[in-house]
C-alpha cells in the first residue's frame, strides 16, 4: 500500500487523540510529565486512586481498627472481591477466579493441580519462546517430583501443533510471547489440546486488561495472570489464579496454607480444601499490596475490553507506521497484523541496548530485552497517539545522530 | 508463696512502667487511645514510620520513577536487604535470611528443600499441637509425591523425644505452641535431632522479635517465620526464610521463579539457581507489602532482645500474678515458669468466646482460639504494665459481673 495512503488512513497524533473515546481515562493516572511511558506491560503507572486507598487501608483499617479489621473491613474477602473484579476482564464468570500470591507461585498451583487431575500420566508440552520462568516452575516441580515427574517437552513454537498429541496431558503456554508481541489464538489452541484429551494452563500476564479475554467461552482449564503489568496494581502486586468451575469440586494443590481451608479458624489438624477456587489460597493474603490492585482496578470501571483492544491495535499499528523503514538495521519482530499481536511493538537492532538507554534519557520508557529486543509497551489506558508520535520521532532522531553511542551526553538534546 | 509478697515485690504498675527501659518505645506505634492491645501476636499494629515510608514508595518511587525504581531505588535488592534486618533479630549472620512470599509457601520450599537434601529418605516428624497450617502444607506436598511422599508422623508433645530416632529425616516445629505459648527448647531439640541425623526446619512465626533467637548458635538448618505478629509489618506482610550457610550450596527450592534465578534478565531457558540465599525467591517481591514491613523494622533499631525478652517475661508474670485465682473456671494453660513461655499467656474457659468478646467491647483486644481458649500476647516494645493491670481487671469484671454472658449490651459498662 502507498505510505501516504496508510499517513492519510491514520491522520495526524493530534487528530486521532480527539478522535479517541479512551482519552480521557489518562487522567485516572498520576504520570510524571513529560514522560511517554511505554512500559506499562512490565509494570503499569500508579492509578490516582490508590494513595488514598493506601492511606485507608493503614491508617483507618490496620492502624484503627488492628485485628478487627479482617472483619470489620471485610479483609477476609479481599482475594475473593478482586478476584471477582479481574473475573469481569477475562470473561470468566463468579467463582472462579481468585486474587493471591506471585505469578510463579500461582503457576506452581495449578501445574501441581493439573499434574493430578490429568487423568493420564502424559508428558507436559510447551515452547522455548514461553516466558522463561514458567518453564522454570515446571522443572522446579519436576525435581521434586523426581522419577515420578512427567516428561516434559519444550519446543519450537511452529512446532507446537505437531507435538501436540495424546502423549501430552498439559499444554502450557503463555498467550503473549514477552519478546515479540506475538499472540496465541487462546481458543483454537485450547481445542486442540482438549481434542487430544489435554488440559491447558494460560499465563495471562501479558493479555490480562489489554485484550479481550473469554476464557469461560474458550473452555479454558486453568490460567494465571499478574497485577502490575496492564491492571497497574504497583510493583510486586499479586496476581491471579483461574479454574474452571467444572474442575473444582475434584482439584487441589499442594501449597495448601491455611487461607485455603474449609474453616481456617477451626484448627483442626487435617487439611479440608474450602469450596470452589477459595482453595488455591495459601498463607495469609498480602492485605497491603492487593489494597492497591483492588484501587487501581476502579481505573476499568465502566470500560469495555472491545475498546481497549481496538485501541491497543490502533496505537500497534501507528507506531508500525511511523517507525516503518527508518533505519536499516531496526527490525520490526512484532506481527504486523493488529489481530497477531498484543499491545506491544518490538524491534531487533545490534544496538539495541544502548538504543532503550538513549530512549529513557530522552524520555521515552521502554525496554530493553537481552539480547538485542527493543521493546515498547503500551497500554490504551493512559497511552495517546502523541506518546506513539513522539517515541517513534524520539527513536528516529537516536538512529539517525547516533545518540545512543553517547547517551548519557547526548540524549537531553533528543527531544524535538 | 504469699499473695501480697508477690505483689509487692511487683510494685503498682505505673511503678513498673516508670522503671521499664522499653517504656517510650510505644512513642513509635500509632496505637488507638483507650485501647489496651493484646493481640499483636496475631497483627502487630501499625508503626508511625510506615505511612510516610508507604507515601514515598508509592508516590516518589512508583509514581514518579516507574520501572527504573527497581534500581534507582534498589527495589531489586529490598527482599535480602529486609532479610538482613530481621537476621539481626534472630541471631543470624549475613546471607542466612530473605523477605519473602507467605510463611505457608516459604514453609514448603523449605519442607522439599530439606527433603531433597536429606541424605536418608526417612520420615518427617511434627507435633498434634504444631500450627495446623504447618501440616497442611506437608499433606500438600506429600499428596503431590503420592507414592514417593516421606512418612509423616504427627504425635503429641509429650512424646517427641520418643520418636525422635534414626528413622527421622525432618524435624518440623514451631517454637512457641499458638494455643498455650509454651516454648520448645530450640537449641536443645536441634541438637537432638541432628543427633539422630535428622534435619530441622523451626516455625518462629510467634517467636520473631520477642524472643531471643541464636539460629547460627544453636545450628538450625531451616527457619521460616511471620512478618506481621510481632515484627509489625501489617496485614499479610511477607514471611521469611532462613538457611543455614553450610546448606547453600546444594540446597534447592521447586518454587524456581525467576527472581530465584542467578541471572534473572538474561531469560535464558534453563533455571540456574542463584548463590546463596537468593535461589529462595520465587516470584516478583510485593514491593508495597515489603516497605512496610521495612519501615516497620526501624521500630527494632538500638534495641537488644535481650531487654525485649525480659519485659516479655515480666509481662506475662505480672499477667499471671493478677489473674490468679480470679475465676474457678478461668483455667491458666500456659506455662507458669517465664522461661518455658512466649509472649502471651493464655486461659481455658468454657465460655471464652462470649469473655474475649466482652474484653474487646471493652477495648481490650485479646483472641479467642476454638474450642475455649483466652489468649493474651503482649509485645514489650508498646504494651505497657498498665495494659496488663487494665486488662486483668477488665477479665476480672467480666467473670464476676458475668458480663460475657450479655456482650454487646453491657461491655462498655465494664471498663472501670
Not at 100 to 110: A, G, I, P, R, Y
Not at 134 to 140: A, N, P, S
Not at 306 to 319: F, V
Not at 353 to 365: C, K, R
Amino acid at each position: 500500500m502507498d505510505r501516504d495512503v496508510i499517513s492519510r488512513s491514520f491522520g495526524s497524533a493530534i487528530e486521532l487523540d480527539q478522535a479517541d473515546p479512551l482519552a480521557g481515562v489518562r487522567q485516572a493516572f498520576d504520570l510524571p510529565h513529560r514522560v511517554v511511558y511505554l512500559d506499562g506491560n512490565s509494570l503499569g503507572p500508579l492509578p490516582k486512586a490508590v494513595p488514598k486507598a493506601m492511606a485507608q487501608v493503614i491508617e483507618r483499617q490496620w492502624g484503627a481498627t488492628l485485628i478487627k479489621s479482617w472483619n470489620d473491613h471485610d479483609w477476609i474477602t479481599l482475594p475473593s472481591r478482586v478476584g471477582e473484579k479481574i473475573a469481569r476482564l477475562i470473561g470468566a464468570g463468579p467463582g472462579q477466579v481468585i486474587c493471591t500470591d506471585s505469578v510463579s507461585v500461582n503457576l506452581f498451583k495449578v501445574l501441581a493441580a493439573a499434574l493430578r487431575l490429568s487423568s493420564s500420566p502424559g508428558k507436559i508440552l510447551s515452547e522455548a519462546d514461553n516466558f522463561p520462568s514458567d518453564l522454570y516452575l515446571v522443572e522446579g516441580m519436576n525435581a521434586l517430583l523426581g522419577e515420578e515427574a512427567p516428561a516434559f517437552e519444550v519446543v519450537q513454537t511452529d512446532a507446537l501443533l505437531d507435538h501436540l498429541d495424546a502423549s501430552v496431558s498439559i499444554l502450557l503456554l503463555t498467550q503473549v510471547n514477552f519478546k515479540t508481541g506475538a499472540l496465541h489464538d487462546l481458543a483454537e489452541l485450547t481445542a486442540r489440546a482438549q481434542a487430544v484429551g489435554a488440559l491447558v494452563i494460560w499465563d495471562l500476564s501479558h493479555s490480562t486488561g489489554v485484550l479481550e479475554l473469554e476464557l469461560d467461552a474458550a473452555n479454558v482449564d486453568f490460567a494465571v495472570g499478574c497485577g502490575y503489568k496492564f491492571l497497574n496494581g504497583g510493583p510486586g502486586a499479586p496476581g491471579y489464579v483461574y479454574v474452571a468451575s467444572r474442575h473444582q469440586g475434584s482439584v487441589t494443590q499442594p501449597l495448601s496454607g491455611w487461607m485455603g481451608h474449609a474453616q481456617p479458624f477451626a484448627f483442626s489438624q487435617d487439611y479440608v480444601p474450602a469450596q470452589g477456587i477459595t482453595r488455591f489460597l495459601s498463607g495469609t493474603p498480602a492485605i497491603l499490596s492487593m489494597t492497591a490492585l483492588d484501587a487501581a482496578l476502579t481505573v476499568f470501571d465502566g470500560l469495555a475490553l472491545a475498546q481497549i483492544r481496538a485501541k491497543s491495535e490502533q496505537l500497534g499499528a501507528y507506531l508500525i507506521h511511523l517507525t516503518d523503514a527508518i533505519d536499516d538495521e531496526l527490525e520490526l519482530i512484532s506481527p504486523s497484523a493488529p489481530s497477531q499481536r498484543g499491545s506491544q511493538v518490538s524491534f531487533r537492532h545490534p544496538l539495541a541496548y544502548p538504543i532503550v538507554q538513549a530512549l529513557i534519557e530522552a524520555d521515552v520508557i521502554g525496554d530493553f530485552r537481552a539480547p538485542d529486543i527493543v521493546r515498547l509497551g503500551f497500554n490504551p489506558l493512559f497511552n495517546s497517539f502523541s506518546d506513539i508520535e513522539q517515541a517513534a520521532r524520539v527513536l528516529k532522531t537516536v538512529l539517525k545522530t547516533g545518540g545512543h553511542l553517547e547517551p548519557r551526553l547526548n540524549a537531553r538534546k533528543l527531544v524535538t
